[in-house]
């Protein structure tokens, strides 16, 4: 299958969007404990979520995974562009300098919650500006939907792997040309 890993900018952005397995339905932000869990294995505990924003982090998972999706052709629809557009308002990002005269984007240092994990993924996203975002792809299958990232020399990877999702796919096309003709 080759490694299907995001490359460091955009980790956090997968693992959040792969929180929730839609095929098996298992969901790892179902739970105040799941929550912490997650926040404590990607070092996001001085973010200030609590358990009572699990609907909005939840809504800016289904967002990256939409975008993701979005990624293999299919446009994101108007009120999930709406929605992503909000999101990102609220996570404002500055720029940071250094001694040395340079500068990286970081998140506004006044921000908690939501909007501090949203600009967190937004400087990942930002630093991906080189055409990586765009390969961070949610599998088409729609059992599937699992969010990986496209190392393909063309950048068409449509499926999580072929060894699956792109098997089943290409076999429900074969088996509906037979029963065409």
Request: charged share 25%; aromatic share 4%.
């Amino acid at each position: 299958m080759g490694d299907r890993t995001a490359p460091p900018a955009l980790v956090l952005a997968q693992a959040l969007a792969n929180t929730l397995d839609v095929e098996s339905g298992e969901d790892r932000l179902a739970s105040p404990h799941g929550l912490a869990e997650f926040l404590r294995e990607h070092e996001l505990t001085d973010l200030g979520l609590t358990p009572a924003e699990l609907p909005r982090i939840t809504e800016l998972r289904e967002m990256l995974r939409a975008c993701a999706l979005a990624h293999t052709g299919t446009d994101l629809a108007d009120s999930r562009l709406r929605s992503t557009r909000r999101l990102l308002r609220e996570a404002p990002l500055v720029l940071e300098p250094d001694r040395a005269g340079a500068v990286r984007v970081v998140p506004r240092p006044s921000l908690h919650g939501v909007p501090a994990l949203t600009a967190r993924l937004a400087v990942g996203i930002a630093a991906a500006a080189d055409g990586s975002w765009q390969r961070l792809k949610a599998c088409e299958a729609e059992d599937c939907r699992w969010v990986f990232y496209d190392r393909s020399p063309a950048g068409r990877g449509r499926w999580c792997t072929m060894a699956v999702c792109g098997s089943r796919a290409k076999m429900r096309t074969y088996r509906a040309a037979r029963r065409a003709t």
